[in-house]
């Protein structure tokens, strides 16, 4: 999506009493002059990479520090703590560090809390900074609830404190789920955030502001500012408290609509090398997610991985971004690099294929059959218009599909954002040019703090029909005019039913389909 507004595109609370010093900009510009006094985690806790034995812990200090956590099944912490060592936390990864917690029991609530240690004087204590988890189930006596959305401080509408800041996150957090996908955009890099935006009654959007903000991301300095400044909002801290994150990006992590070899003619930029920009902001968000793979700029790191949450569900995780052909008309009878290059999809076949779980969620950070321009001529995801045979990057998601239905691979199903408004799309072979597929339904949901769009054409090629969808009257609308949405799904541990909601913050649920499991297509 694009970032004008003429184109698409009782828990935790009292660990976190420092959203005045968040607010307060000059105290959290420079941390590593900040070294008097004790460390502290002002930017909060993440939790990542659950399974049934071991999580990732993620925090930020504000100043040089040693990390510890400590776990218990007590929330009180009254028995059985365990204390965990982690690294030291420096600038060469702008204080930030994860931990990696093992030997955890299955399918249990851990409690968990990290402590920052002067690496000097480790008497020197910050305060305890508290987060909890669920580790994944080892038998299928347990339902499985999680939530998706993306695209989050896009189009220039930030945190604003009139509203009090990101409150879907506050009522994403009630749901209680097991964890969230964050299906990209997870921040904008290229969309600076102003102090004040007019709307069209005449009434005005607060923004907090940043430095960081205040510009499009170059430097590396710039793409980590980005990151920290969703971290100022008090809902989404006390969310990464409480939900794990399953986090993958799409393209406004590095700028719009960005491809590898591209070079930036926008006037905005000094750095006009796409793959130099992409560098710097995967480096940043290894560092601001709990990824082991992707820390400290690690090369061999990947974004496309396959989260196993117990026996009823796999996700996974796709990198449409990182290996694709450029942007294109998208026509070509040809196209052996496609949208995932043929390594991931030779992957995604092969961790399908092996998958035993009841359900297998494909998290895809662009949509397949929705039509998103690219200027003029070109276009940005899968689809390109044309409603017949397979084309461009759509041959190669015709050889997933086909794939799946040949190596009768059951309950699949797939998640996406991207566009900025919320749809259930159902994909049927008697409605397609291709027919060489069994059935399957494509959710949309987000943004979870962005502007709304309204909804896109479908490309005919591989039969999508449109069962439910809701979106912006005008483009670009602020989240106080079209709240934001997400997705929730459910999977009953009894039935193996899975249920999808889709949501929209303040207004319930818009929309339900439960699917059976054990069938290839549906």
Do not use: C
């Not at 990479?49 to 912490?77: K, L």
């Not at 028995?79 to 030291?88: D, E, I, S, T, W």
């Not at 430097?219 to 990151?227: H, S, V, Y």
């Not at 940043?284 to 196993?308: K, S």
């Amino acid at each position: 999506m694009a970032s004008t507004p003429h184109t698409r595109r009782t828990l935790i609370g009292g660990s976190l009493a420092l959203s005045s010093a968040l607010l307060a900009a000059p105290a959290l510009a420079a941390p590593a002059l900040a070294r008097s006094g004790r460390p502290n985690a002002l930017w909060g806790v993440q939790s990542g990479e659950i399974t049934a034995h071991s999580a990732t812990v993620w925090t930020r200090a504000d100043r040089p520090a040693r990390m510890y956590v400590e776990t218990s099944p007590s929330e009180a912490f009254r028995y059985a703590v365990r204390r965990h060592r982690g690294p030291l936390l420096g600038p060469s990864g702008d204080f930030t560090g994860t931990t990696v917690l093992r030997d955890l029991p299955p399918g249990q609530q851990i409690h968990y809390r990290v402590v920052l240690a002067d690496p000097d004087d480790p008497r020197r204590t910050g305060e305890p900074v508290h987060g909890t988890f669920r580790t994944t189930p080892a038998s299928r006596r347990h339902d499985v609830r999680f939530l998706w959305s993306g695209d989050l401080a896009g189009q220039g509408w930030g945190i604003n404190p009139d509203l009090g800041g990101y409150r879907v996150f506050d009522e994403m957090r009630l749901r209680d789920p097991d964890f969230f996908l964050f299906s990209g955009d997870t921040i904008y890099a290229d969309g600076p955030i102003q102090s004040s935006v007019t709307l069209r009654d005449g009434t005005v959007w607060r923004n907090v502001t940043t430095e960081e903000k205040s510009k499009v991301a170059e430097t590396l300095a710039e793409f980590r500012g980005n990151f920290r400044y969703n971290l100022l909002d008090r809902n989404l801290r006390d969310f990464n408290a409480q939900v794990p994150v399953l986090a993958q990006w799409d393209d406004h992590e590095v700028r719009n609509n960005w491809y590898p070899g591209q070079l930036i003619e926008d006037p905005r930029y000094t750095v006009k090398e796409a793959d130099t920009l992409a560098a710097r902001a995967r480096q940043a968000f290894g560092e601001y997610f709990p990824v082991t793979d992707l820390r400290g700029g690690r090369a061999e790191g990947r974004m496309y991985r396959v989260m196993r949450y117990g026996p009823l569900l796999d996700v996974f995780v796709l990198d449409m971004r990182t290996y694709r052909d450029a942007n294109s008309p998208g026509t070509q009878t040809e196209d052996p690099i496609g949208i995932l290059g043929p390594e991931q999809l030779a992957w995604v076949k092969r961790e399908l294929s092996r998958s035993r779980a009841t359900w297998k969620v494909i998290a895809a950070d662009m949509p397949l059959g929705i039509v998103v321009p690219d200027g003029a001529a070109n276009f940005e995801a899968v689809a390109q218009g044309d409603p017949g045979a397979p084309l461009g990057r759509e041959l190669q998601i015709a050889e997933l599909l086909r794939h799946i239905k040949h190596q009768h691979i059951t309950g699949t199903l797939w998640l996406t954002a991207d566009v900025h408004y919320t749809a259930a799309n159902h994909y049927a072979p008697e409605r397609a040019a291709f027919t060489d597929f069994a059935p399957f339904w494509e959710f949309v949901s987000g943004p979870v703090g962005a502007g709304g769009f309204p909804s896109g054409r479908l490309d005919a090629t591989f039969g999508p029909q449109t069962a439910y969808v809701q979106s912006a009257s005008v483009a670009n609308m602020s989240p106080s005019e079209n709240p934001p949405y997400y997705g929730e799904v459910d999977i009953d541990a009894g039935s193996g039913e899975l249920t999808v909601r889709l949501r929209r913050q303040g207004g319930g649920v818009l929309f339900t389909r439960t699917l059976q499991p054990g069938r290839v297509g549906q």
